[in-house]
């Protein structure tokens, strides 16, 4: 009875702990929508925030088993072309332009910020 309390716990705090990450990655391809009037910059090609959105999703389900956090998204999928290497862009609503990482690190901390702790 014991070892069977055991693994039911063990279990279900791998499957809270793996539920984590993914809520963390889907509010930082969420947070794009914040950006009114922003524009995602590919390779040097303009992108509206649905087309990025789009894109970031195709990106992350291709390389999902190798992403176990959303800093792993962020470095991995969401910061620089996998083809090429070129860092993405965001360029906001008053024409500055910041690298995705940057971007997204900053929305990670707030999105951290606003949830529960444990």
């Known amino acids: 009875m014991k070892k069977i309390l055991f693994f039911s716990i063990l279990i279900l705090s791998f499957s809270a702990s ?26 040097g090609s303009e992108h509206k925030v649905p087309e990025a959105k789009a894109h970031l999703l195709r990106k992350y389900e291709a390389a999902k088993k190798q992403i176990h956090s959303a800093e792993d998204f962020i470095l991995g999928v969401a910061s620089k072309s996998s083809i090429t290497g070129t860092p993405y862009k965001i360029k906001t609503a008053d024409g500055k332009e910041v690298e995705s990482e940057k971007w997204l ?12 702790k444990k």
């Open 18 to 43: 793996a539920q984590e990450p993914e809520a963390e990655i889907q509010a930082l391809i969420s947070s794009l929508d914040s950006c009114k009037n922003c524009v995602f910059i590919r390779n």
């Open 105 to 116: 690190f900053d929305r990670l901390k707030e999105i951290r910020a606003k949830s529960p």
